[in-house]
């Protein structure tokens, strides 16, 4: 049992920056790996960036370099800090949190989304 609190999305102009927070809350051992998906109009959800416990992090080819993912295991937060921002990146953006629940469980856990506009 876990809530995915998501805030930080918005309508920015092009070249614009937003940053995205998902706080986990509820009953959990401990949070493994947390990422960031999105889901535009039409398209299939897809994977912008993740990050494990380690804090490797993986990323989408269209943000690298312009996105970056970090988390605060003290807060259970997971960070998107999203730096010149283009008309594709419009989206609804979703955190998901993989939640170790007991000894044998390990489930993955979605964000209600927040949305993301960005105008050309």
């Known amino acids: 049992q876990v809530q995915l609190v998501e805030s930080g999305g918005g309508l920015v102009q092009a070249g614009g920056s937003l940053r995205l927070s998902c706080a986990a809350s509820?009953?959990?051992?401990?949070?493994?790996?947390m990422g960031w998906y999105r889901q535009a109009p039409g398209k299939q959800r897809e994977l912008v960036a993740d990050?494990?416990?380690?804090?490797?992090?993986n990323y989408a080819d269209s943000v690298k370099e312009r996105f970056t993912i970090s988390r605060d295991n003290a807060k259970n937060t997971v960070y998107l800090q999203m730096n010149s921002l283009k008309p594709e990146d419009t989206a609804v953006y979703y955190c998901k949190v993989r939640a170790r629940m007991s000894l044998y469980i390990r489930n993955d856990y979605w964000g209600q989304g927040t949305q993301v506009t960005v105008s050309s």
């Open positions: 509820g009953s959990f051992l401990s949070i493994n790996d």
């Open positions: 990050i494990t416990s380690g804090t490797s992090t």
